[in-house]
């Protein structure tokens, strides 16, 4: 055979070849990025998402809660708040609060898979915490037993905000980018 026929017969091999290859990668790089997109969705709507929902809704309802009843001054400290305040405090903490805290804490617990990063955050770690240390005062005024109405360990408001206000506007933009084919510049694995 000589080196034409032999040309002949390999050119159309050597394109199929190459197609080949080029449509696998290009099939592996829209899999991985489909894979992605998919993950970043239930980070937002599983997680992130829902967190930022709860954790807004408690501090706007904190400061309703914080103008009606003993504006500017600590709740605890001096002088005492008075039985109205403390009953105010216990139908807040009862009926707002602690559900909207214990919904956070389940979708840290029952989520953290979703997490962006590989250690569990510090403001989510004070949240279960918090509610976790609440559960006994709680139980105490079930019974009629309102010697105790508070933990010292705060809810993390600020520092969970701000987490997860920097997080899901993270993830929003990284999933628009997924959405438009752009390949974000910094991957997140």
Request: proline content about 6%; overall charge neutral.
């Amino acid at each position: 055979m000589s080196w034409q026929a032999a040309l002949t017969l390999a050119v159309p091999v050597l394109i199929a070849v190459v197609g080949y290859v080029f449509t696998y990668v290009n099939g592996v790089r829209l899999a991985a990025r489909k894979d992605r997109l998919d993950r970043v969705t239930r980070q937002l709507s599983d997680f992130y998402g829902p967190l930022l929902a709860l954790s807004s809704a408690n501090a706007a309802a904190w400061e309703t809660f914080r103008r009606r009843h003993r504006p500017g001054m600590g709740f605890w400290n001096d002088p005492p708040p008075t039985p109205d305040d403390a009953a105010a405090w216990r139908l807040w903490m009862t009926t707002v609060f602690v559900p909207a805290n214990r919904r956070m804490r389940d979708v840290v617990v029952n989520k953290a898979d979703l997490l962006d990063e590989d250690d569990m955050p510090q403001a989510m770690l004070d949240l279960c915490a918090h509610v976790a240390a609440y559960e006994p005062i709680l139980r105490r005024w079930e019974d009629g037993d309102f010697s105790e109405h508070h933990v010292s360990l705060n809810f993390p408001s600020e520092d969970l905000q701000a987490y997860l206000s920097r997080s899901f506007r993270g993830l929003k933009a990284e999933q628009n980018k997924l959405l438009l084919g752009v390949v974000p510049r910094k991957e997140r694995a």
